[in-house]
């Protein structure tokens, strides 16, 4: 059974991954982690994705430990069923959403790619998924050019186009640099980003970040000129 207190990369681990752009940055760390860094190839380009314990479990668990996502459920149920919540407005929609949420990690633990950290992926599937129900009880479908994106975001094709092996790779690249920017970005400015992106309206990103339609506008306004001066960078 693994213990998150004990399941993690060592303090310099993250100093040594940004100044030399995740080589043998984890050769003071457990064997475990060292292990799961490399498979995973955890660590790149100034990145440190194993020294976030989420992440580390995730891959643990996509490498086959089941014990590691229980451990990943204990850490993250209430803060799914607190997300969902914020959409819903009702605790058992929040519940069922949450559990769904964990039931698509399980589903697709050998298709799971580290392009973010695992709390940034699990809060879209999320965020989807209250969407989703909310629109169904609702009886109104006006995002309907997002449905796809949950199965894009969990590795799934998106109708039946065959793309080359040089799109594919393309894509996944274009995917890590775009996480890699959102990472940088504030974190209200991120998740009212995110949450526009999929297809939340302003009113709802309003409720859910407890702030006024301004302020949506502004936070989504600053993202939006941010990122493009990271891509331009």
């Given amino acids: 059974m693994i213990a998150a207190e004990h399941f993690g990369c060592m303090v310099c681990c993250h100093q040594l991954c940004c100044r030399f752009e995740g080589k043998d940055c984890c050769r003071f760390c457990p064997e475990r982690v060292r292990e799961l860094c490399q498979r995973f190839q955890l660590c790149r380009r100034g990145e440190c994705l194993c020294s976030d314990t989420d992440t580390l479990l995730m891959a643990a668990f996509a490498d086959g430990d089941d014990s590691a996502f229980d451990v990943l459920y204990r850490r993250n149920c209430d803060w ?56 169904s009880q609702n009886q109104v479908s006006p995002f309907s050019e ?32 775009l996480q890699r920017a959102l990472e940088r970005l504030p974190e209200r400015q991120r998740e009212a980003l995110l949450l526009w992106s999929q297809g939340a309206s302003y009113r709802q990103i309003a409720q ?23 891509f331009d960078a």
């Avoid at 702030?211 to 000129?225: F, G, N, Q, Y």
Wanted: aromatic share 8%; charged share 30%.
């Fill in 80 to 135: 799914a069923i607190n997300l969902a919540f914020k959409f819903l407005g009702n605790r058992d929609d929040a519940w069922d959403v949450a559990q769904e949420a964990f039931l698509k990690v399980i589903a697709n633990r050998n298709r799971w790619k580290p392009v973010a950290k695992f709390q940034t992926w699990f809060h879209r599937i999320v965020t989807n998924l209250s969407l989703k129900r909310g629109r």
């Fill in 146 to 177: 997002f449905e796809d994106e949950e199965s894009e975001l969990l590795g799934g094709e998106k109708g039946a186009v065959v793309e080359s092996p040089e799109a594919t790779l393309l894509a996944v690249e274009q995917e890590e640099q």
């Fill in 208 to 230: 859910h970040l407890g702030c006024s339609l301004s302020a949506v506008e502004t936070l989504i306004h600053r993202a939006k000129r941010k990122l493009h001066k990271l």
